[in-house]
């Protein structure tokens, strides 16, 4: 089990902590803007490995590693999310710099299947301590896994759910999958399930949101049911949308509801893997593999985008 040692002075008056766990040590300076809720905003904890790599945590699954956007705990048989914060210490990176050209200090975002908060940590700190973030998460694994990211980088500015969302308010069973077995613990679908937990399902529109830049939606094939009923937010607010949609069967019906409340669509691919990655990686074991979305903007936006517009429902990705 990590065990945190006392923090003495490091370099330049900051504070240092040292997490020690099987031989492997981090240390983590931590700035005194980053002693508050949210630090700056813009660097937040700056973690550097010291020794060695990731920091198994006792129970055989989890690990810990300074990342990207802070310090990170994940499920080590997560076969995307889990497998790309291990060797690269990032996770979708190309999606984080769409959404840092997005929001501003101050601004409103909405993640619908936050995951282990891999993209929270990085759009709190975006929005800034005058900025929010809803983050909804169904399965308790990886609600428990986003709690823990949250908390372990001071991150005051999310307000996490633990609930599914859809077009209309009821509930849902959400099956327990194994920590300890290999998987895709995000591509869980939900629906249609007799066995598991049920879960709280709620519509955006019952949040009653006094504003929202953003709304990033990635629900394995149910994003068009979240936008149903997230109608009047969206009417409201205009939100910038950023949805998954890698199901070609269900894309016409996504794409077509999209466009009728008055957006433009374009396809944005993204690779999980980046060159330039916080672990220097150089290595991609994903083979190109990347998600396939669909970034929306309110008719008359002034944001450019220089690729081809989609103004067919049934164009495709590729």
């Known amino acids: 089990m990590a065990k945190c040692r006392r923090c003495d002075d490091g370099p330049r008056g900051r504070k240092v902590a040292r997490v020690e766990s099987r031989g492997v040590r981090f240390r983590l300076w931590i700035t005194a803007r980053a002693m508050g809720p949210l630090g700056s905003g813009a660097g937040g904890v700056e973690t550097r490995r010291m020794i060695g790599g990731p920091v198994d945590l006792e129970g055989g699954f989890n690990r810990m590693r300074p990342c990207r956007h802070g310090l990170m705990v994940y499920n080590r048989n997560d076969q995307y999310v889990g497998r790309s914060l291990d060797l690269y210490g990032e996770y979708a990176e190309h999606e984080v710099a769409v959404f840092r050209s997005i929001l501003r200090p101050g601004d409103v975002a909405v993640e619908v299947g936050a995951n282990i908060g891999a993209q929270t940590l990085p759009l709190a700190r975006m929005v800034g301590p005058s900025g929010s973030v809803v983050a909804f998460e169904p399965q308790e694994m990886l609600f428990n896994l986003l709690s823990a990211n949250l908390a372990l980088n001071g991150i005051a500015n999310v307000r996490t759910r633990r609930m599914a969302v859809g077009s209309e308010a009821g509930a849902i069973r959400v099956p327990t ?32 949101l006094p504003s929202c830049r953003l709304l990033k939606a990635d629900v394995e094939g149910m994003e068009a049911e979240v936008l149903r009923g997230a109608a009047g937010l969206i009417a409201r607010h205009r939100p910038v949308l950023y949805v998954e949609n890698d199901r070609r069967d269900r894309s016409p019906t996504l794409i077509g509801l999209i466009r009728s409340m008055g957006y433009r669509v374009w396809w944005h691919t993204a690779r999980l893997f980046h060159p330039g990655n916080f672990a220097g990686n150089p290595v991609d074991i994903f083979e190109g593999i990347g998600a396939v979305n669909l970034l929306a903007l309110p008719s008359g936006s002034d944001i450019h985008i220089p690729d081809p517009e989609i103004t067919d429902d049934h164009a495709w990705w590729r």
């Open 177 to 208: 999958l194994d920590p300890g077995r290999s998987n895709n613990f995000g591509a869980l679908g939900l629906g249609g399930w007799e066995h598991g937990e049920p879960v709280p399902l709620v519509t955006l529109d019952s949040l009653d």
